[in-house]
Every structure is written in structure tokens, then in C-alpha cells.
């Protein structure tokens, strides 16, 4: 991440047990996580009275943490744990450490200890996650990211502002918002902008400005040359314009009204502005789609780079594939090197520009904050991105679920799934889980 993330570090322990074996544990724990590149919060030393536990727990309360780790250095009874979780905001992790097997003295007990507390939290309503392994475990660190991740996350959405241009279009129920839902959820604040102040804005871009956009943006990308000028510049007017009022409004992302008045008052297509918004990671999402483009943001949050709202076009159960696409919106950095991006008209009003290109191969998270049954849920997928030539014009890519094909689309038809997805690459399935969890919310796989 830009930042590393902060993680909040307490080893709790009884002096009844194997002392020095405790602190080495600690210790060990400390160093393994401060060399997986975390910001620790706190001290290696073990806590071991009410005392020593809660001057610590008073510390870690004034920091803002990603996650709180709590090392269960040897057992303790189940309030050394509780206290840190009722003190500390942040998501709680605790560790456990496996032991030898000598036939003699059980010099830690650590696994027991974490089985106490989880009893106790799971009483209390606590959200906690897990780890059972030695210090250097690497799958260990991995689940520490994702609680951290996740942690993170939790803490952004608090503070995220969204702004939504327009309204969606009629019949596209799937883009409908409930404002208060996600204030009360997530902490999310919507800022409503209205289209006829935002194409003011684009209008009163000057032609120089325009120019220079058009001089920039065509030595990244192909084809302009073919198309009508005026209306490309109209599209990067669009995307300064956009910018700026993000910017000025606060706005961490924007669900856009993106047909069809772009088309019929500004003469171009929003498509490409957004793309370009996207990959400088400020989320643009379709249709006036204030959930997907959420969606967008949470995931270009826990990966560190930009996300794409798509949608499932197609589905081959013989080859297992299927193909994501969008009109032209999708981040530039996701293009397969092998199809270098072009700019291209959109498919069905025919006009510039949209972004064209297939989507890279890779590793990839599909994700949605869905309300299809009303309430809030986390939709989870993932998949390989293939290799492949474009499947349709603007931005597509043919895709390999995790599961088969024809049980995803059963799963989303079933489910009555909205139809946008935000994509992303990389497997950040587990601090989407671990989101879910902190946010209480239920999941649904694909």
C-alpha cells in the first residue's frame, strides 16, 4: 500500500508458564511482522497483570490501527483479550503458537488461551480472526495483511464521500441507491451533483486546455487521428471538469449518469473521461451505479490500484470462460500489452472516445456491495484473466472463474444479481471476506 500499514502489537502471558520461552516467542513475532514491511504499535514485552495490560491498551486506543494483533503468548485467562477488544477500535487478530511435544511440562498452552478468548468475544459479539502457527509462518503474515487490509478499509469507508451525477437510467433498478442505507452501514456520505452544472463546467473549458490534453493523452493512446476532433476534446473536457469537481467536493469516487445526455448535449462519450479518472485511481462507475462504483473503490483500496465496473457478457460452459466488458472505461494499466490501447467510438451512439483494448492476463478479485435482496451483501469472486484477442469493442477480457461458469451465471440469476462487477487484479478474496466480517455484513460467492 502507499502507506504501510499500522498494526496494533500486545503479547499477553501468566507467569505461572515458560517465561522465557514467551518473551522469545513475542519477540520473534514482533520482528517477523516489522520485516513483512507493518508499522507496529506497541512493545514486544509481555503483559502480563491488569495493570501492565491496561496502560497498554490505553496507548493503542490514542492510535489509529489497521488491525490489532494479540499474541497469546502463554495462556491467560479470557480478560487480558476482552479488555483489549472493548479498548481498541480496530480489527482484532489473535495468535497462537504451536509447541513440541516433549512429554514434559506444556510450557506455553497458547492454543488454549485463544480458544478461551474466542469463546468469550463470540459471547460479546466480537469479531476476531484467527492464526495458529509459528512466528515466521508465512501464511501467518498473509492473514495479518488481510485483517489489516480490511481493517483499513473499514476505516476509510467512514470518511468516504461519493458523489453521483444525475440519476440512473429508467429501468436499470440494479443501479438504484439508498443513501441512508449506507450511511448507517458504512459510514459512506453521497454528495449529489446535478448534470446541467457539471456540463457547464465541461463547456467552459477553454480550447487551449483541450488542445493540451489532446497532445497528452494521444501519446498514450492510438487512433485519435481517425476520429472527430471536436468530439475527443469534448471527452477530455469531460475528464478535467470531472477532476476538478472531485477535487473540490471531496468526492473519493463518482457514479455517473453517463447516458445518454453526454451523447445528445455534450456531443461525446463520458467513457473515456472515466477511464482516464480510473486509472488515476478516482473510481467512475457506469449508470449512475453508486453501489458498483463503491464496490470500485473498496476494491482499488485493498489492491493499491485501480478497479473496473464491468459486465458479464457471455458464457462459454465448453471452454469454462467468460467474458467482462465495458463500453470503453476501463483502467489504461489493465491493458494486455499485446493490444496496445486504441481510442474508438462507442458502440452504439458512434461517437468518441472510448478506450479499446483487451484486459491484461492475471490473477483477478471480482467484488459487489449488493442490496438485490434488500439488504447489504458482499458478493466475492475470483479468477484468472486470459490471454486472449478482444472479445467485443471497448474494454473486455475472457475470464476463468474459480468455479465452473454455468455455476456462477446460476448463482447471479438465481440470486437476481445486479449487473455491474467491480474487477480488480490480484487475490484479495480474504480481506473481502474479512471486510465483510468487520462490517457485518453476509457474503455471497460466486
Keep these: 500500500?502507499?502507506?504501510?500499514?499500522?498494526?496494533?502489537?500486545?503479547?499477553?502471558?501468566?507467569?505461572?508458564?515458560?517465561?522465557?520461552?514467551?518473551?522469545?516467542t513475542a519477540q520473534a513475532t514482533w520482528q517477523a511482522l516489522k520485516q513483512a514491511g507493518f508499522e507496529l504499535i506497541g512493545e514486544a514485552r509481555l503483559l502480563t497483570d491488569q495493570d501492565a495490560l491496561h496502560a497498554a491498551a490505553r496507548a493503542l486506543a490514542n492510535e489509529p490501527l489497521d488491525a490489532l494483533v494479540a499474541l497469546q503468548a502463554t495462556f491467560t485467562d479470557s480478560t487480558f483479550i476482552t479488555h483489549l477488544a472493548e479498548a481498541v477500535d480496530a480489527p482484532l487478530l489473535l495468535w497462537a503458537v504451536p509447541e513440541a511435544r516433549t512429554g514434559?511440562?506444556?510450557r506455553l498452552n497458547s492454543l488454549c488461551g485463544i480458544n478461551l478468548a474466542g469463546h468469550a468475544l463470540t459471547l460479546r459479539g466480537q469479531a476476531y480472526e484467527?492464526?495458529?502457527a509459528a512466528p515466521d509462518d508465512p501464511k501467518a503474515i498473509a492473514m495479518v495483511d488481510a485483517?489489516?487490509?480490511?481493517?483499513?478499509?473499514?476505516?476509510?469507508?467512514?470518511?468516504a464521500r461519493i458523489g453521483i451525477l444525475g440519476d440512473p437510467p429508467i429501468g436499470f433498478d440494479s443501479c438504484a441507491l439508498d443513501a441512508e442505507q449506507?450511511?448507517?452501514?458504512?459510514?459512506?456520505q453521497i454528495v449529489r451533483l446535478d448534470l446541467a452544472d457539471v456540463f457547464a463546467r465541461v463547456r467552459g473549458i477553454d480550447e487551449t486546455q483541450r488542445a493540451a490534453m489532446y497532445e497528452q493523452i494521444g501519446a498514450r493512446i492510438s487512433g485519435l487521428g481517425a476520429l472527430d476532433r471536436a468530439s475527443v476534446t469534448g471527452t477530455l473536457a469531460v475528464?478535467?471538469?470531472?477532476r476538478t469537481l472531485a477535487a473540490e467536493l471531496g468526492c473519493d469516487a463518482l457514479a455517473v449518469r453517463c447516458w445518454p445526455e453526454f451523447f445528445t448535449e455534450l456531443g461525446c462519450a463520458a467513457c473515456g473521461a472515466m477511464a482516464l479518472l480510473n486509472t488515476e485511481c478516482l473510481p467512475c462507475g457506469c449508470e449512475c451505479d453508486a453501489n458498483g462504483t463503491l464496490s470500485q473503490l473498496v476494491l482499488q483500496w485493498l489492491a493499491d490500484q485501480p478497479a473496473f465496473g464491468t459486465d458479464l457478457v457471455e458464457c462459454n460452459p465448453v471452454e469454462d470462460t467468460a467474458v467482462v466488458w465495458h463500453c470503453g472505461q476501463a483502467p489504461l494499466n489493465m491493458a494486455d500489452p499485446a493490444t496496445p490501447v486504441r481510442g474508438g467510438l462507442h458502440s452504439n451512439r458512434r461517437l468518441p472516445l472510448v478506450m479499446e483494448f483487451a484486459l491484461k492476463p492475471g490473477r483477478v478479485t471480482l467484488a459487489r456491495l449488493s442490496r438485490a435482496n434488500g439488504e447489504l451483501r458482499w458478493v466475492i469472486g475470483s479468477g484468472e484473466m486470459l490471454a486472449a484477442p478482444p472479445s467485443f469493442s471497448g474494454t473486455s477480457g475472457?475470464?476463468?472463474?474459480?468455479?465452473?461458469v454455468h455455476a456462477v451465471l446460476s448463482t447471479?440469476?438465481?440470486?437476481?444479481?445486479?449487473?455491474?462487477?467491480?474487477?480488480?487484479?490480484?487475490?484479495?478474496?480474504?480481506?473481502?471476506?474479512?471486510?465483510?466480517?468487520?462490517?457485518?455484513?453476509?457474503?455471497?460467492?460466486l
Design 130 to 132: 484467527w492464526v495458529y
Design 147 to 159: 485483517v489489516a487490509r480490511a481493517g483499513r478499509v473499514r476505516r476509510r469507508l467512514r470518511e
Design 398 to 404: 475472457v475470464l476463468r472463474f474459480e468455479r465452473p
Design 1 to 24: 500500500m502507499s502507506c504501510p500499514l499500522r498494526l496494533g502489537f500486545a503479547a499477553v502471558a501468566r507467569t505461572t508458564f515458560d517465561v522465557a520461552l514467551a518473551e522469545t
Design 182 to 188: 449506507l450511511r448507517h452501514r458504512l459510514g459512506v
Design 239 to 242: 475528464y478535467v471538469a470531472l
Design 104 to 106: 514434559e511440562r506444556l
Design 412 to 445: 447471479m440469476m438465481s440470486q437476481g444479481l445486479e449487473h455491474h462487477l467491480a474487477l480488480t487484479y490480484g487475490d484479495h478474496a480474504a480481506a473481502l471476506r474479512t471486510l465483510a466480517k468487520l462490517l457485518a455484513l453476509p457474503v455471497l460467492s
